[in-house]
T-cell receptor, first 111, second 115 residues
Framework: QKEVEQDPGPLSVPEGAIVSLNCTYSNSAFQYFMWYRQYSRKGPELLMYTYSSGNKEDGRFTAQVDKSSKYISLFIRDSQPSDSATYLCAMSVPGANNLFFGTGTRLTVIP | GAGVSQTPSNKVTEKGKYVELRCDPISGHTALYWYRQSLGQGPEFLIYFQGTGAADDSGLPNDRFFAVRPEGSVSTLKIQRTERGDSAVYLC?????????????FGEGSWLTVV
């Protein structure tokens, strides 16, 4: 079993829809949780960063962490065609130097 | 430069050849990482440098892979006797200090194809 599980999709939604992306994990020591966006043939770009449980909002993006369920989510409101990309969740343990990534979910927002 | 710079952006090599991939981190970042991303997968950790030393090389798949950072800035990932299974995107990243609690920034990757 991988430490981080993520549905690879693909996921297609109409423009303006609310998108929900999710990851589950098995290592209860994870404390730092991140969402990266990766456009085709580009490197991952950090979108959201949260520590421990709770919600964080930044514009149209909201990240949620539920440590009791070992489940994290990214919500995108009013989705735009420019949001079409692969979304990767990542997490790390305090004091560790490496990130554990999910496989990524490929999202297409249709105009 | 403003971001993490990687060269070459694309490399096609024959099986058995030696390859070097270069990474120039964000200026002032002491921590540098190499990750490998296969098609349809998330990045997987290879090695981490703090300054000049490899502080954690637990992700290197075998002894054909080696990385250096001699002056604490630019890093080179070296792959000997390349195999077709080495085909992937090799991503370099850097952060101000160690990853834990600090944001890491990725380059655009070196796309390696072994034929």
């Amino acid at each position: 079993q991988k430490e981080v599980e993520q549905d690879p999709g693909p996921l297609s939604v109409p423009e303006g829809a609310i998108v929900s992306l999710n990851c589950t994990y098995s290592n209860s020591a994870f404390q730092y949780f991140m969402w990266y966006r990766q456009y085709s043939r580009k490197g991952p770009e950090l979108l959201m960063y949260t520590y421990s449980s709770g919600n964080k909002e930044d514009g149209r993006f909201t990240a949620q962490v539920d440590k009791s369920s070992k489940y994290i989510s990214l919500f995108i409101r009013d989705s735009q065609p420019s949001d079409s990309a692969t979304y990767l969740c990542a997490m790390s343990v305090p004091g560790a130097n490496n990130l554990f990534f999910g496989t990524g979910t490929r999202l297409t927002v249709i105009p | 430069g403003a971001g993490v710079s990687q060269t070459p952006s694309n490399k096609v090599t024959e099986k058995g050849k030696y390859v070097e991939l270069r990474c120039d981190p964000i200026s002032g970042h002491t921590a540098l990482y190499w990750y490998r991303q296969s098609l349809g997968q998330g990045p997987e950790f290879l090695i981490y440098f703090q300054g000049t030393g490899a502080a954690d090389d637990s992700g290197l798949p075998n002894d054909r892979f080696f990385a250096v950072r001699p002056e604490g800035s630019v890093s080179t990932l070296k792959i000997q006797r390349t195999e077709r299974g080495d085909s992937a995107v090799y991503l370099c990243a850097s952060s101000l200090r160690a990853a834990s609690g600090n944001t890491i920034y990725f380059g655009e990757g070196s796309w390696l194809t072994v034929v």
